[in-house]
């Protein structure tokens, strides 16, 4: 992703075989990518490890334009698994986001604070904090739509995660909303609404969508439940070779209610 340059200095400790520890300071740290920005270390950052505990103290990152700022300090207990820390995000330039993306997306404006706080044991950790993006353009190229004013909102109280996402597509306004369980493997509840939304433009195809449905994600298992009413699309393919013409005795609709044919 990049180049990467450090510098340390500190004091190793030995008492014994078993016994080793390293007290310094962390002076020098410059991240050059292409993808990820320019970033380096604000100030000289306290660094201390040993074999029963590992401790960082006001480690902070600046973007090289002044667009982002990411802070960090904590402590981790080895023996006892105990941790606890606090991370500071502040982004103004959402490219650096970019390569955490799925390739179909592209974000392209917008900004982002988080400050966050974690303790208790690394299997099954607290959480308390919030996160914003603000004034989002995303973009899906291969469906030919943007999600403009884009706005996120996270919440963490203890081992649960609330969020909120809303965004206009074709004008439209949708709404997503979600739960994430920390202590019960990350499962996560969504309900997507909307009314009459633009879920696809390209040249073979317009699709408009009001989706009302609720997914349930526990582990590998996604259940969908809900509805997804279709109130308008436009296929034109441009490729007539692909296509195929079945004759009306050879199509059979299985449903509930279903009107009789004209």
């Known amino acids: 992703l990049g180049k990467f340059e450090w510098k340390a200095n500190g004091l190793l400790i030995q008492k014994n075989t078993s016994s080793i520890s390293w007290k310094g300071k962390l002076t020098l740290l410059k991240i050059r990518s292409g993808k990820l920005g320019n970033w380096s270390l604000a100030n000289p950052s306290l660094l201390n490890f040993s074999n029963q505990k590992i401790n960082l103290t006001s480690f ?17 207990q080895t023996q006892t698994q105990a941790i606890r820390g606090r991370l500071q995000i502040s982004l103004n330039n959402l490219r650096h986001l970019q390569p955490f993306l799925p390739r179909i997306m592209q974000l392209s404006s917008g900004k982002l604070n988080a400050n966050f706080a974690i303790s208790g044991h690394i299997q099954n950790p607290r959480v308390s904090g919030s996160a914003k993006l603000l004034n989002g353009k995303l973009t899906l190229p291969t469906y030919g739509i943007t999600l403009t004013g884009t706005t996120i909102t996270i919440q963490a109280r203890g081992q649960q995660l609330y969020y909120q996402a809303k965004a206009l597509t074709g004008g439209k306004p949708v709404t997503i909303k979600g739960t994430t369980h920390l202590a019960s493997g990350f499962s996560t509840t969504l309900s997507v609404q909307g009314n009459n939304l633009l879920l696809a433009k390209t040249p073979e195809y317009t699709i408009y969508a009001s989706p009302d449905i609720k997914v349930s994600i526990q582990k590998q298992h996604v259940t969908v439940d809900g509805r997804v009413l279709i109130p308008k699309a436009l296929i034109e393919p441009s490729d007539f070779r692909n296509v195929v013409t079945l004759q009306t005795n050879e199509v059979e609709i299985i449903g509930r209610n279903l009107p009789k044919p004209e």
């Open 60 to 76: 902070c990152l600046n973007e090289a334009n002044r667009r982002g700022k990411i802070c960090a300090n904590g402590a981790w």
